[in-house]
């Protein structure tokens, strides 16, 4: 395996070379070692990814590259400079977008592309060209007068990267570009990023922690606990578990019951719900259609190619499961429920509405939700999911329409059903500068727990998510992933009945995320109802049935089978659930330009 690129030439020199690099942070005047021994290249001309779990160490190392931090130890050279000697020459000719790019939403587009190119010493004569160039290829050239503020997500994304790009650097850094943004607009950041590359020739490195598009890359860095485990094409890693991964189906067996049997049988090492049946990776030379046969009856196993998130986790697994990262149940209380129950509709959303002003943000939308079923709304950004997700949690009024959650009216008697549902928001909604102790505390006073009950149910938080070593820590120095933790657990206090997760696992890593749908899973198989916004399309094959909204309508429902089944042609026999996502945003798109 290629650990460290070769080059000869100025042309093929390394754009970016880390040597034995170290670097900690001090935080309550504790050391946390964050690089340790880094050495790395990074050729010209490609995009890298840098791949690793929460707090691996890509954020720190990007900053690293761009002179923005020093190394406690090691030598760092960017195009061709010395970091610590010529970090501002270094910054002159390197772009950089951290996670949190920072607009001005009060200015327009053409006035933060303006004060960038104020930022970055771009004379007047030559932003005209740029401009026009940078607009045209983000698709944002109609918007120039619009409040950033006023944005999608997507399209703020897409601004955060023109204005870094005004100055056209040499070697442009990305920090999770794509986390919070729907696939459309996903798709449309990855063709800038390739049309930088190909047409300006701009050397990329991106980090990312949705797998599919690390086998976008040319080269893909694996990083693991401050340290690189890998270096190479994404096909090197997959071809390591070639003939290990297989799609299991099971008849008379729920898919969720499936996933949880298969994940724990010996000789698996990954175990994913996908589509109708659960997608594995095994152990070398283990046989799935023998070994697996005993566990559960009625199984059918059929081969199926890897993808790098298999290899990923495959290496990865065994590292994590030494620091208490492996999965673990949750202790729960089992409700009394029959097969009655489980047909009931515990939300009912009839020709529901939602107008700010003379704009529909919501417009007449009818469906409904089982108990203890997994559903999904899906939709572009600005689709109106959130709203629709608020108005059925009671933060909003209802403008036009029913909307009943728990048999309960959402237009007369909100704070009824309040107490009989958790929410989870798209930033979990913490409290940055309490600990964890006092977040758990607060939000079960919130729910109505005072005395013997909260303390029971703080404890149950505390031993069921892990949280222990991070007690008296603020909430907004936890890792990505142990604040997502913190605020399921929070959501789950009072043990609600339906459970409201707003995009629960957006930038978190596939470990997390992995680990955050086996709680789910196990609460919807204990009769607890979840609905879910989300914008990973293969998260969304988790859900029992989904949504896809666009422009506060529903384009599509169904369960992700039946949605893909939408767009199967004799070209495209097996859609992904993105394929069938974009497939109907566009013919709708088509449908409204016709009809203008």
């Given amino acids: 395996m290629e650990t460290v690129s070769s080059t000869k030439g100025s042309a093929n020199a390394p754009v970016l070379f880390f040597e034995d690099v170290y670097k900690s942070f001090f935080i309550k005047q504790k050391e946390i070692p964050a690089l340790k021994g880094v050495t790395l290249k990074v050729k010209p001309g490609i995009v890298t990814g840098l791949i690793g779990l929460d707090g691996a160490g890509k954020t720190t190392l990007m900053r690293l590259a761009t002179g923005l931090l020093a190394p406690d130890r090691g030598k760092i050279t960017t195009?061709?400079?010395?970091?610590?000697?010529?970090?501002?020459?270094?910054?002159?000719?390197?772009?950089?977008?951290?996670?949190?790019?920072?607009?001005?939403?009060?200015?327009?587009?053409?006035?933060?592309?303006?004060?960038?190119?104020?930022?970055?010493?771009?004379?007047?004569?030559?932003?005209?060209?740029?401009?026009?160039?940078?607009?045209?290829?983000?698709?944002?050239?109609?918007?120039?007068?619009?409040?950033?503020?006023?944005?999608?997500?997507?399209?703020?994304?897409?601004?955060?990267?023109?204005?870094?790009?005004?100055?056209?650097?040499?070697?442009?850094?990305?920090?999770?570009?794509?986390?919070?943004?729907?696939?459309?607009?996903?798709?449309?950041?990855?063709?800038?990023?390739?049309?930088?590359?190909?047409?300006?020739?701009?050397?990329?490195?991106?980090?990312?922690?949705?797998?599919?598009?690390?086998?976008?890359c040319s080269e893909v860095i694996l990083m693991h606990a401050g340290q690189i485990v890998g270096q190479d094409k994404p096909s090197y890693f997959t071809d390591q578990v070639k003939g290990r991964t297989f799609l299991v189906e099971a008849e008379g067996t729920s898919k969720r019951n499936l996933q949880q049997l298969l994940h724990t049988a010996p000789g698996v090492i990954d175990a994913i719900i996908f589509g109708n049946g659960v997608r594995i990776v095994t152990e070398q030379d283990f046989r799935p259609s023998t070994e697996l046969q005993e566990k559960v009856t009625g199984l059918r196993i059929k081969s199926v190619p890897p993808r790098f998130e298999d290899s990923f986790m495959a290496l990865l697994r065994s590292m994590e499961s030494e620091k208490g990262i492996a999965r673990k149940p949750l202790t729960l209380a089992k409700r009394e429920t029959d097969v009655e129950d489980f047909r009931k509709k515990v939300i009912v959303v009839q020709h529901l509405s939602r107008k700010f002003g003379d704009f529909y943000a919501v417009k007449d939308i009818s469906f409904y939700v089982?108990?203890?079923?997994?559903?999904?709304?899906?939709?572009?950004?600005?689709?109106?999911?959130?709203?629709?997700?608020?108005?059925?949690?009671?933060?909003?009024?209802?403008?036009?329409?029913?909307?009943?959650?728990?048999?309960?009216?959402?237009?007369?008697?909100?704070?009824?059903?309040?107490?009989?549902?958790?929410?989870?928001?798209?930033?979990?909604?913490?409290?940055?500068?309490?600990?964890?102790?006092?977040?758990?505390?607060?939000?079960?006073?919130?729910?109505?727990?005072?005395?013997?009950?909260?303390?029971?149910?703080?404890?149950?938080?505390?031993?069921?998510?892990?949280?222990?070593?991070?007690?008296?820590?603020?909430?907004?120095?936890?890792?990505?992933?142990?604040?997502?933790?913190?605020?399921?657990?929070?959501?789950?206090?009072?043990?609600?009945?339906?459970?409201?997760?707003?995009?629960?696992?957006?930038?978190v890593d596939p470990f997390a995320r992995r680990e955050f749908w086996d709680h789910i899973n196990q609460l919807a198989e204990n009769g607890v109802t979840v609905l879910v916004t989300t914008h990973f399309m293969e998260e969304a094959e988790f859900c029992d049935r989904i949504i896809i909204m666009a422009s506060g309508q529903i384009l599509a429902i169904g369960s992700p089978e039946e949605i893909k089944a939408q767009v199967r042609t004799k070209t495209q026999t097996a859609p992904t659930l993105e394929d069938a996502f974009i497939a109907l945003l566009e013919d709708r798109n088509a449908v409204s330009e016709a009809a203008l």
């Avoid at 002159?92 to 053409?110: I, K």
């Avoid at 950033?148 to 920090?175: E, F, N, W, Y």
């Avoid at 605020?487 to 043990?495: I, K, R, S």
């Fill in 79 to 216: 195009l061709g400079l010395n970091i610590t000697s010529d970090s501002l020459k270094v910054q002159a000719r390197v772009g950089y977008m951290p996670q949190r790019f920072g607009l001005y939403e009060d200015l327009t587009v053409q006035e933060n592309m303006d004060l960038f190119a104020d930022l970055q010493g771009v004379p007047p004569s030559h932003r005209h060209e740029r401009y026009e160039s940078l607009l045209h290829m983000a698709g944002l050239k109609p918007f120039t007068k619009r409040l950033a503020g006023r944005l999608s997500g997507g399209m703020k994304q897409k601004l955060g990267l023109i204005c870094t790009l005004v100055a056209r650097p040499d070697l442009l850094l990305l920090d999770e570009p794509t986390v919070g943004v729907d696939p459309v607009s996903r798709r449309e950041l990855w063709q800038i990023i390739y049309h930088l590359v190909e047409d300006e020739r701009v050397s990329v490195l991106v980090s990312t922690s949705y797998l599919d598009e690390a086998e976008r």
């Fill in 370 to 507: 089982q108990k203890a079923e997994v559903f999904g709304l899906l939709g572009a950004n600005g689709a109106g999911k959130t709203t629709t997700f608020r108005m059925l949690c009671g933060l909003l009024p209802v403008s036009e329409g029913i909307a009943q959650v728990a048999g309960t009216d959402m237009r007369k008697a909100p704070s009824k059903a309040r107490a009989r549902i958790g929410y989870m928001a798209q930033r979990f909604s913490l409290y940055g500068n309490l600990t964890v102790i006092q977040n758990l505390k607060f939000f079960g006073t919130a729910y109505g727990l005072t005395g013997r009950r909260r303390k029971e149910r703080i404890e149950w938080a505390i031993e069921n998510f892990a949280l222990g070593p991070y007690v008296d820590q603020n909430s907004i120095d936890l890792p990505l992933g142990f604040k997502q933790r913190l605020a399921l657990a929070a959501a789950l206090m009072h043990e609600p009945e339906i459970l409201f997760l707003d995009e629960p696992t957006s930038g």
